[in-house]
């Protein structure tokens, strides 16, 4: 059990580019969750997956962000057009039935 | 929609003190789960305590404990015996009961003082 990774880690990114970051969940959770993080705030929630089916997604998202799981594995979330306002961690988290959430280091974004 | 209030931004304890953390939540359904996350300096989120709110009884960890009152609305955890490792930020969480949408709350900044 490797835990959940994701990559990159860091990324800085000028205003106006697309960014996408990569989260690979613990292998037997069928579940999978993002989140975005402020400095001295809580996570707050952006999207849920059940092994492929988007279920959830927060109406705090605009159409900037976009995130895919195929094939119920690995999920991707992308961001276009970045704004600085979308600076921030960018947690990701899996679970199994027993619902407890396993979360990845996280990616930190900086727009410049 | 669901709020959860952590209403301590800060505490602090000394070595081997117990202490407790609050948070209050608010919703309408009745099926749901509880949770208290630990955010150590390195930032990674890792659970402490799980709670469903269809049991009664207070879930245990070791040395963390957590008050459930479901009326209230409240869910509290106590730590015991406090370590210097126990620093860090806990994160009360509200989970709907199709295990989808979290919520979060603002976070209590935990000291522990040598």
């Known amino acids: 059990d490797t835990g959940v990774s994701q990559d990159p880690r860091h990324k800085i990114t000028k205003r106006g580019q697309n960014v996408t970051f990569r989260c690979d969940p613990i292998?037997?959770?069928?579940?999978l969750y993002w989140y975005r993080q402020t400095l001295g705030q809580g996570p707050e929630f952006l999207t849920y997956?059940?092994?492929?089916?988007?279920?959830?997604k927060s109406r705090l998202l605009s159409d900037r962000f976009s995130a895919e799981r195929p094939k119920g594995s690995f999920s991707t979330l992308e961001i276009q057009r970045t704004e600085q306002g979308d600076s921030a961690m960018y947690l990701c988290?899996?679970?199994?039935?027993?619902?407890?959430?396993?979360f990845g280091p996280g990616t930190r974004l900086t727009v410049t | 929609a669901q709020t959860v209030t952590q209403s301590q931004p800060e505490m602090s304890v000394q070595e081997a003190e117990t202490v407790t953390l609050s948070c209050t939540y608010d919703?309408?359904?009745?099926?749901?789960?509880l949770f208290w996350y630990k955010q150590p300096p390195s930032r990674q989120m890792i659970l402490v305590i799980r709670?469903?709110?269809?049991?009664?009884q207070n879930a245990t960890e070791n040395r963390f404990s957590v008050n459930f009152q479901k009326a209230a609305k409240s869910f509290s955890l106590k730590i015991s015996d406090s370590q210097l490792g126990d620093t860090a930020m806990y994160f009360c969480?509200?989970?709907?009961?199709?295990?989808?949408?979290?919520?979060f709350g603002d976070g209590t900044t935990l000291t522990v003082k040598p």
């Open positions: 709670q469903e709110a269809y049991k009664q």
């Open positions: 988290a899996s679970s199994s039935v027993r619902y407890e959430q396993y």
């Open positions: 969480a509200f989970m709907n009961g199709n295990a989808g949408k979290s919520t």
């Open positions: 997956f059940q092994n492929e089916a988007q279920l959830e």
């Open positions: 292998s037997e959770h069928n579940r």
């Open positions: 919703t309408s359904e009745s099926n749901y789960y």
